[in-house]
């Protein structure tokens, strides 16, 4: 029986719409965790037991906290909308399979209590739980989670992870193999658990755009952009830039497909994606190009998240009617 | 050329399957029933009335006068005794000053329903005299007089006649049987207000899940070159005037504005049907066409109830319900309205009751906004959905005007889309009537 039944009337009274669509938040978040789904299995193939206990850990410790944080509160429970499972695999995602597992129970404490519900719960976060957990860790432990070499571990041969073997070695051609391995990554180790099968990714994000879960513009412009930057101002100079290579490496297209489209944390209004993903974009190359980090869409993303409110205001659509350029 | 759509359209079950092919039935009030017929049944002030309790009345007889310059005539939909003159309940939840008739139940017709034969010389005032007298209001749920919206500032500069066909309401199929079943009316009205507005042209717009209509009407016009049929995509909320006219014209109406200003009249293809019935035969609106749908009704269809009746009357006469309603609506199930209960008239801007059994009828909790942007990517006027309705419930209703709230036609796409399913057109609703009474 709902509630709003009026005990005056013989019917159920409620306003209008009288039908509703099926899609619901749960619906979008279980969406969300399919896409991930393939990049999940990938990733504890490579990385194994290992890699696996540091997802679960995540994962686990974030529904945790939530529902902790709300029995606490005295909140209703809102674990079964699968948000704080998404932040898991996400924290877990931009993670080197070496830490410690106790730094994924702090990240997820961070994630959930201090940036979610301390902030209102679902919807009312400002930056995206996932990333500011991971800038978290890397301005708290850097050591642990810089360690990419996951084979460092089991027989001593460091390696770097691709992006910054590519930063590093900037006249590199990358050859057919190197594209292979990257997109596929079967088998490879070196990056973080969610960075090693990129085309699965892409799938998932592709997945997204069918299902109508996320739009277009924030990823085909923030990819796009960083494509732009990277070409122009090239490793090597003016116009020497890879991206074709380049932006399939690191946490490019995972950020640009499952973090910068955040509903929270990003902007309502169509020209306002265009403007996120263009800024997003352009910090990344920025922080790629000449910052201190080999990747940069962590930080990149985290700020064009503080801007939201301001891109929102500044945005809005044209309201139908509405004389061009003046008021009403 | 431009596909025919508007910005932020919306897909949705239709669900027309259960009455598009039921014919229009006739039901007539007996004798001894109460007809109920509130003054005020349109947009504008209320009718005056003409009659006194006791006096007599007969089929189309006049029995409230329009007072002030937007306002429509009413007329008894029967013969009988008015027994009252009293505030009722309407279909909207508001006690209206409503007059009371008992049906004779012998149907005898005023001597003053007498049609016109020669409509070729029918001058634009005469025409628009008939119309005021019969009452006529838009059939397509606003209400607004006919005869003032005939009457632009410059009937020469009227460039478009677009009849609205659409039905893009899901459930809605009393507009297609009116196409289906009315073509001779719908032709003559159409060539008689070509005749009046010279220099207009006539569209007529059918939403393309009733092809049996676009094709009907290609068909029927194909032979004059002033009127065009349109096939739309069938998308939601295509019958709403303003999208209707960026879908066909390509052109916005101004905020604040009439479709005149930009030398449209949209006028809904069942107000067509009726111009004609009043020239030539001479009938005021004392019919309604009703769709009667849902899973509660045991034979779902289109019927023809005379205005007055109870809602009660009409659902018993239509065959009743086959299982408990728990929600009836009137309108519609994007538009309508909830009700109380069934002792409430047809009216003239009623267009279909629908009943839902348990099963379909209820509607998830309300959960945390989480900011997805679907009300914004769905809203047809380009509003900001959730803001407005933030800044509703926070009472903040100056800047409730200022992100142009009144500008909301209500089609509730924002609220169907909602995967958290807030009650976004209730609290912009409640905003606009805060608004209005300010």
């Known amino acids: ?47 194994g037991a290992r890699g696996t206990a540091v997802i679960a850990v995540s994962v686990i410790s974030c529904v945790f906290f939530e529902w902790a944080y709300q029995k606490i509160m005295k909140k209703p429970v809102t674990i079964n909308d699968f948000s704080a499972v ?61 360690m990419y070499d996951f084979g460092l571990a089991y027989d001593a041969i460091a390696a770097p992870t691709p992006l910054v073997q590519f930063a590093e070695a900037p006249l590199y051609t990358p050859g057919f193999a190197d594209m292979w391995n990257i997109l596929w990554g079967f088998g490879q180790t070196r990056g973080a658990i969610g960075e090693v099968a990129t085309i699965l990714i892409i799938a998932g994000g592709a997945y997204l755009l069918i299902r109508k879960v996320i739009n277009w513009r924030i990823p085909v412009f923030f990819i796009g952009s960083t494509a732009i930057m990277l070409l122009i101002f090239g490793r090597h100079g003016f116009m020497t830039g890879q991206p074709h290579y380049e932006i399939f490496l690191g946490a490019l297209m995972l950020s640009a497909f499952f973090m910068a489209t955040d509903y929270s944390t990003s902007p309502m209004t169509a020209l306002g994606q265009v403007v996120f993903g263009i800024g997003c974009g352009v910090i990344t190359a920025i922080i790629r190009l000449w910052g201190g980090f080999p990747e940069g869409v962590t930080y990149a993303i985290l700020l064009m998240n503080l801007l939201v409110p301001l891109i929102d205001k500044l945005t809005k659509p044209r309201v139908y009617g509405a004389i061009k350029g003046g008021k009403t | 050329m431009k596909p025919f759509t508007f910005k932020n359209r919306l897909h949705i079950e239709k669900h027309k399957g259960d009455t598009e092919d039921m014919r229009i039935q006739p039901i007539s009030p007996m004798e001894g029933d109460l007809l109920t017929y509130p003054l005020q049944q349109h947009v504008g002030a209320p009718a005056n009335p003409l009659v006194k309790k006791g006096d007599r009345v007969l089929l189309g007889e006049k029995i409230a006068e329009a007072m002030g310059r937007i306002s429509a005539n009413i007329h008894s939909g029967v013969s009988g005794t008015v027994m009252d003159i009293k505030p009722m309940l309407a279909p909207h939840g508001q006690f209206i000053e409503s007059i009371i008739i008992e049906s004779d139940g012998k149907m005898e017709e005023h001597p003053s329903v007498r049609g016109i034969e020669d409509t070729y010389h029918l001058t634009r005032e005469h025409f628009l005299h008939i119309i005021k007298e019969a009452g006529l209001v838009g059939l397509g ?43 001779g009316n719908i032709r003559e009205s159409m060539e008689l207000l070509l005749r009046l507005f010279p220099f207009a042209r006539g569209i007529m717009a059918i939403e393309t899940n009733k092809m049996e209509s676009v094709m009907l009407y290609k068909k029927l016009f194909a032979s004059n070159d002033r009127i065009e049929v349109i096939g739309l995509p069938p998308t939601y909320p295509q019958g709403s005037e303003k999208q209707l006219i960026e879908t066909c014209i390509k052109q916005q109406v101004p905020m604040g504005g009439l479709p005149s200003d930009i030398g449209v009249i949209v006028l809904n293809v069942s107000t067509v049907a009726a111009i004609d019935a009043i020239i ?73 009751i629908l009943a839902f059994s348990e099963k379909i009828a209820n509607i998830q909790p309300e959960q945390p906004c989480i900011r997805c942007a679907k009300c914004v990517e769905f809203c047809p006027m380009g509003l900001l959905p959730y803001e407005i309705n933030t800044l509703a419930l926070e009472d903040n209703l100056e800047g409730f005007k200022k992100l142009h709230g009144m500008a909301c036609v209500e089609c509730g796409s924002c609220s169907y889309i909602c995967p958290s399913k807030r009650h976004l057109m209730q609290s912009i609703l409640m905003g606009k009537t805060k608004i209005r009474r300010m």
């Open chain 2, 141 to 183: 749920g606003a209400g607004f007089p006919t005869h003032i919206k005939l009457s632009p500032h410059d009937p020469d500069k009227i460039e478009y006649i677009l009849v609205n066909g659409a039905e893009c309401e899901p459930y809605h199929t009393h507009d297609h049987r009116v196409m289906l079943e009315k073509p």
């Open chain 1, 1 to 47: 029986m709902p509630q709003n039944k009026n005990p005056a009337s013989n019917y159920l009274i409620t306003s209008k719409p009288h039908m509703r669509s099926n899609i619901t938040t749960q619906r979008l978040m279980l969406d969300v965790i399919i896409a991930l789904l393939p990049a999940l299995l990938v990733a504890i193939i490579n990385f």
């Open chain 1, 86 to 146: 998404i932040t898991g695999i996400l924290i877990a995602f931009g993670i080197p399979a070496t830490v410690p597992l106790w730094t994924m129970v702090v990240a997820a404490f961070f994630a959930i209590v201090i940036v979610k519900q301390l902030f209102g719960g679902i919807g009312q976060n400002f930056v995206n739980p996932a990333l500011a957990a991971r800038a978290f860790l890397l301005a708290a432990y850097p050591a642990l989670v810089t």
């Open chain 2, 280 to 352: 030539r035969r001479g009938r005021p609106i004392t019919r309604r066409i009703m769709t009667l749908s849902g899973d509660a009704f045991a034979n779902p269809g289109n019927y023809e109830a005379v205005l007055g009746m109870s809602y009660k009357d009409l659902v018993e006469r239509a065959g009743g319900f086959k299982l408990r309603p728990y929600k009836i609506m009137s309108g519609g199930a994007m538009m309508g309205w909830a009700l109380y209960n069934l002792d409430i008239p047809i009216i003239k801007t009623d267009s279909m």
